[in-house]
């Protein structure tokens, strides 16, 4: 009986190191609206459908973004899905399929005839989570989502093997560390995998504010650890282009 209650503990043991090894999976989808007509279906059917089916999935934290700045030729809302592996994102859309609540409850969005199309273009990119960073985390923030500022930065390399080197900086570099230190709220790190723009790496941050943001990034410039690890030869010339898009969550956003 000793025997078998230590080798349970064991595996036990075993499969939970095993879980906080695995890297969550996610996939940004970004909806291209052209008016406010489909700004307002794909809101209602996200808020009323889409989100309380994901949690049905088992998929609790469902994040909702829509750029601080409207861009009236291009509408855009941010979904923001954090999946186990390749295999819950590969069964999704049979779930969803399966459930009647969200099939009736998203039936305008869902059944919308092709004259009437509730969006203009759905685009969807996949990440992995980084090693230092393999799991999302919530942000610990204080005010209003109203106030709220989050950042999503994409990080273009010339190649393979120099976007290689710009993971290589957040995680053996210790650039991951640098924003927990200086209190970043990091939502998720992650290496795109499939997407329009490759190679590439993605990432949020979040701060209560634009007074917030900015502060956090001059501390960040005038880090010491921060410009020794950017002077390092190893990584230079990692980068090629950088977009920066600075979101709020809706007020059903999970996130």
Known sequence: MKFSTFLLTALLLGCIQLMAKERQLYQIKIYHLKTAAQEARVDSFLQTAYLPAMHRA??????????????????????????????????????????????????????????DVPYSRLESILLQAFPDAPVMTMPALSSPKTERVYELRSYESPTEQYHVSKVKMFNEGGEINIFRQLGFNAVFYGSVLSGSRMPNLMYMTTFNNKADRDAHWKSFSADPGWKKLSAMPEYAHNVSKSEIIFLHPTDYSDI
């Open 58 to 115: 088992g998929i609790s934290t469902v994040g909702v973004f829509k750029p601080v700045t409207t861009d009236t030729a291009d509408i855009r809302i941010y979904v923001l899905v954090p999946l186990r592996n390749i295999d819950q994102l590969l069964q999704l859309d049979k779930k969803l399929a399966a459930d009647k609540a969200f099939r009736e409850s998203g039936r305008p969005y869902l059944d919308a005839a092709w004259n």
